[in-house]
């Protein structure tokens, strides 16, 4: 904004015809440390009658002081910037056009607010004079904010402190507004306040501190605060952000869950349980662990986590935790129910082992008690041979004997299992393997017969063996199991015998009996059976067809030489030398009807064998 000072007529009486006129600007901002430049227009109403001679001041004055110093003169002949005065040596003055630039480098705090007075004598045409007021600014740094490092509590019933916001070396004074997840927040009685303080430093520069307070929820928790220092630069107002912040709130634990961490699924005896308990409470308290059954007497545990080793079915019950912080809820709690399933080792009747009589029925029973369903399996040598609890042993033989298991399992919970076990001990005479009483078979002389003879019985039979006609024999084998004896006899055949087994106990005896029939054995190659031997008997065969073909072609030959008389004295002849014919004929039919036997199978007669 521009003034224009119009001064009285000049000493020298004229009367004023020309008027001066001088307009300034009424203030000039600047950032500290820069150059400013501070203008001067002046003119005259009427620039034809402009005086020869102008003469132009500047003079400056302090804030709150009433009398002002010069700092430069000129005229058309002198500029002058006078000595001994703050701006001696960092101003300039320029002059020309009707104007008159005042310049001033390295802008200082204690030029602000300072006037600076232009002055401007025009003799004739009067003096006029325009003030112009220098302002200074200095941005502050960035602000710096700091939460407060201990918790706050939502107990506190007035606002404490949360966090302290704090920008330096600005000019003039800067402003500092708060903000919560970005939301300006406003001065509220009880609710939240704003704490400030600012001083200066040696430099002239100011420091403001600005200090929240809230009174803080259970939502504060989340809460993000912020800062922002606002300040006045030349024609503008900026603003700086500072970082935001968390606060810790503290506040008591009004909800409790418990849970079983591990393990997972149903419990079993021996399970090590651990079971954990949480809040919403800040800071986490250290909880109480307790029992239903005993609610005043706290379980050993660890923080928020209690540990059961290997738990057993009196452990089974309702678990409870509860914050040890007195500011809590008193209804805050968390539950679980604990279940340890068992099976208890099964129980077989009749126990360990049973007699049983040939022919009897037997029902034996397993059970094992369970907090489970459960079931039940019957194993004879590895094989499933019943199910359920109760097996049903019909018409006892002593292929019922022996030991039967019974495997107990929880369907729900397969670690769960148990077995026992029952003998069964079946008593009775001897009873041989074989349902033949009498056996007749043939054997052929001098070789060795090995006769086996097998009883089954308890108590365990014995075997005793008894020959007919001095025969010689020898036991190769003997052996017995629980239930079984097994002998084995060696023999060689000399002719026709009986062998008598008998296995006896105290409960009876049985017999069984061999009848051998001695063979002569046959050397002749008619007694070989075309199974023994086919290939070599064709080999024969074929062999003497041949011979009989070619005897038949030497005496036809002979006959055609006339070397074979007709008359009977030609036969004798031959016959000296050969044998007769008829003799030859004879012996190769018997020998040919002798190998066809043997190639078409023909049986012997009974003589014969």
Request: include cysteine; proline fraction near 6%.
């Amino acid at each position: 904004m521009g003034q224009s000072v119009s001064l009285p007529q000049g000493s020298c009486g004229y009367t004023m015809r020309t008027k001066l006129e001088l307009s300034v600007q009424e203030s000039v901002e600047v950032l500290l440390g820069a150059p400013v430049l501070i203008p001067c227009h002046y003119g005259f109403s009427d620039s034809r009658q402009g005086p020869p001679f102008i003469m132009l001041q500047w003079f400056v004055r302090s804030p709150g002081n009433s009398s002002r110093a010069r700092i430069f003169y000129g005229d058309s002949g002198l500029q002058l910037v006078d000595n001994n005065t703050e701006y001696s040596e960092r101003m300039d003055v320029s002059s020309g056009n009707n104007r008159s630039l005042l310049t001033i480098r390295d802008v200082r705090l204690s030029d602000h607010q300072r006037e600076f007075f232009c002055q401007v004598n025009g003799l004739a045409a009067g003096s006029a004079e325009g003030k112009t007021a220098l302002r200074v600014y200095a941005p502050p740094e960035a602000p710096v904010i700091e939460a407060v490092p201990h918790g706050i509590s939502v107990t506190e019933e007035q606002p404490a402190k949360v966090a302290v916001c704090e920008a330096q070396n600005g000019f003039p004074k800067p402003n500092i507004t708060w903000f919560q997840n970005g939301e300006l927040l406003e001065s509220s009685p009880g609710q939240v306040k704003f704490l400030v303080l600012h001083w200066r430093s040696s430099s002239g520069l100011f420091t403001v501190q600005n200090t929240l307070l809230l009174r803080v929820q259970k939502e504060t928790k989340d809460a993000l605060f912020s800062c922002r220092v606002s300040f006045s630069v030349p024609g503008a107002v900026h603003s700086l952000e500072s970082s935001s912040v968390n606060v810790t709130v503290h506040y008591p634990t009004s909800m409790v869950e418990l849970w079983k961490e591990s393990p997972p699924g149903l419990l079993r005896e021996g399970d090590a349980v651990e079971l954990r308990c949480q809040g919403d409470g800040h800071p986490p308290p250290a909880f109480i662990f307790t029992r239903e059954q005993q609610p005043d007497v706290p379980l050993d545990s660890r923080g928020d986590v209690l540990v059961l080793s290997s738990v057993s079915r009196k452990d089974s019950g309702l678990y409870q935790c509860r914050p040890g912080d007195p500011h809590s809820s008193t209804e805050a709690k968390g539950e679980v129910q604990l279940t340890v399933h068992y099976l208890d080792s099964a129980v077989v009747v009749p126990a360990e082992s049973e007699i049983m009589l040939r022919g009897e029925d037997l029902t034996a029973t397993c059970n094992a008690l369970s907090s489970l369903k459960t079931s039940t399996a019957w194993y004879k040598d590895g094989r499933v041979v019943g199910t359920g609890s109760a097996l049903l042993l019909r018409d006892a033989s002593y292929h019922t004997a022996g030991e039967y298991v019974c495997e107990v399992t929880v369907p729900a919970l397969p670690a769960l299992h148990t077995q026992s076990s029952v003998h069964i001990i079946v008593h009775g005479p001897p009873q041989m393997q074989s349902v033949e009483q009498e056996v007749r078979m043939e054997h052929s002389t001098g070789r060795v017969l090995n006769l086996s003879c097998e009883a089954q019985g308890f108590p365990l039979p014995s075997v005793s063996w008894s020959f007919s006609a001095g025969q010689s024999w020898e036991e190769v084998v003997s052996r017995s199991s629980s239930h079984s004896s097994l002998s084995v006899v060696s023999i060689r055949v000399s002719s026709d015998f009986s062998a008598v087994c008998n296995a006896s106990n105290d409960l009876g005896a049985e017999a069984r009996v061999f009848n051998v029939k001695a063979v002569p054995m046959v050397t002749s190659p008619a007694a070989f059976s075309p199974a023994e031997g086919s290939g070599v008997f064709i080999v024969v065969i074929i062999l003497g067809l041949l011979l009989l073909a070619i005897l038949g072609s030497v005496i036809y030959f002979l006959h055609k030489k006339n070397r074979l008389p007709c008359g009977r004295s030609g036969k004798q002849s031959i016959t000296k030398e050969k044998g007769s014919a008829k003799d030859i004929v004879v012996e190769m039919k018997t020998e040919e009807s002798v190998l066809l036997k043997a190639v078409n199978g023909d049986k012997k007669a009974p003589t014969e064998q």
